[in-house]
């Protein structure tokens, strides 16, 4: 669904506490009080803005207020702390605005019938508006319409859902993920070019992605693959796509295994967990010929710095050691960055995220005509982290 874009959006400093549950003006659920944040685990996802790039504008958002109104708000995860942050920017909007909202989300985003089921009661309670960051593109599809046919309007946020019944969907406020996950390797590609020109054989390039369902990680693990590609192909050099299916089957160029100078060995734990994603990590990690990584959200990256506890094989100098670029944000993978151990990761904005996602609930509940708001991801690392342009949406 393309609409036009919602006019600049006003900046928002990430809150120095995050919250476990929504409250803004309204009561918690039960999921929010009983699935904390752990700092292990994530979304992505993650799909954002930065710290000038992520609000509504001045005008409208002056003009937008609030009324009798309740919307019920769905997350992918509420095990990880960027949802945590985009519940907090949900907190804050709601309570800037007078509305009550009620957030939910499953334990983990693999526990998709557990999202569909939350969306279903959602539906039954009759808000004024639902905002969802959907797990799985095709699992909500009934239920959207359902909303629809019950006049109940929704928002997605991080996630959209291509596929949803034709007016089901009133905005989708996301980053652009596929040229997200092409800065990731725009950034990546340069510190490994020498090596790859100087190679004798084959070298590897491996992602790891949480799975192969949300339109948020699919497409960022396809447009790392897609540029590097493109890359190497300027550079002369031939690529072959290995490993899941889905990437394999819908990158835009799969090549040849037995012919290419680059491999991209793509690997899809069976559960969206951090040990998971380890596991497919140490197994790239451990080939002689890898020399770089990337993990296409936060349960992912940390997954890849997970393995390297044990192996002990992730760097900065490209020259002697395996290169890993992450995605999102947390203690974890700001920590190795700043310790030399990730070379850099791209940012989202997810406070940004849920406060738009309650104006834009606000505004379709007053009547106001809404569009799509499409925000961006930035790369950063130790020399940029600190930014005031980065620094707010470096969640812990």
Known sequence: MKKKVLTTLLCVSLAATLLAGCGGGADKSANADAAPATDDAAPATDDAAPATDDAASDDTAAATTGGDYKFEIIVKSYQSSYWQAAVTGVNQKAGELGVTVNCTGPNAES??????NMLNNAINSA???????ACDQEACLDSLQTAMDNGIPVVCFDSGIPNAPAGSVLATIATDNYAAGATAAENLYPALKDKIASATAPVRIGEV????????????GLGFIDKITELAKADGKSVA???????????KEKGDEASADIIIEVAVPAQTTVELCATEASVILNKADTIGMFGSNQVA????????????????????????????????????????KMFGAVTQSPLAMGQTTVEVLTKIANGESVSDVPTQGYWYDSTNMDDASIAPNLYD
């Open 241 to 251: 796509v290995i490993g899941n299916e889905y990437y394999v089957n819908n990158c």
């Open 111 to 116: 526990d998709i019938a557990d999202q569909v």
């Open 301 to 340: 990256a940390e997954g890849i710095l997970t393995a390297n506890e044990q192996l002990d094989v992730l760097g900065t100098d490209p020259a002697t050691s395996i290169l890993a670029a992450g995605f999102d944000a947390g203690s974890v993978i700001k920590g190795a960055i700043t310790a030399g």
């Open 209 to 220: 992605n949480q799975e192969a369902t949300s339109e948020s990680i699919t497409s960022r």
């Open 127 to 133: 808000p004024n508006g639902i905002g969802l960051a």
